[in-house]
């Protein structure tokens, strides 16, 4: 009978060990969170101090869209490569590719336009700055379908 217990004993020790092990390998490959991030939400980048925005699938901008930065503006786009030009305080070109159709709000606010995913997919967002991988973002969809 003491046999038993001790077999029984180094079983269920083996057992709940195994079972431990287990869920330390799976918790440490999956990310955990108790709460919801704060930092994760749909705005994909923000413009200050913006006179004219321009989009085009070309660099060179051989047809431009213009969006007109008075009020806001919800572009749909398919799925490609898109240059963002931003005239204002500082002139640049921000270059996007989304790998299926896209629904873009400006949202104009507070002397700043804050573009928005309006779509119903999440993001994955990687920023790079002059070729140099600066960090990945996860931009939830703003609208549920």
């Not at 700043?112 to 967002?125: F, H, P, R, W």
Request: hydrophobic letters at 45%.
């Amino acid at each position: 009978m003491e046999i038993n217990r001790r077999i029984i004993l180094i079983d269920a020790v083996l057992i709940i060990g195994s079972l431990l092990v287990i869920a330390g390998i799976v918790g440490y490959t999956q990310a955990f969170a108790v709460a919801p991030l704060e930092d994760i939400d749909s705005v994909i980048f923000v413009l200050n101090n913006v006179e004219y925005l321009f989009i085009d699938d070309n660099l060179d901008f051989l047809s431009p869209e213009l969006i007109n930065l008075n009020e806001d503006v919800l572009v749909s786009l398919p799925s490609g490569h898109y240059y963002f030009k931003i005239i204002g305080e500082r002139n640049e070109i921000r270059e996007l590719t989304f790998e299926f159709d896209i629904d873009i709000l400006f949202d104009l606010s507070d002397n700043e336009i804050k573009v928005i995913n309006y779509g119903s997919k999440n993001l994955d967002v990687s920023v790079y700055n002059h070729g140099t991988f600066e960090e990945s973002k996860l931009v939830l969809g703003d609208r549920d379908e």
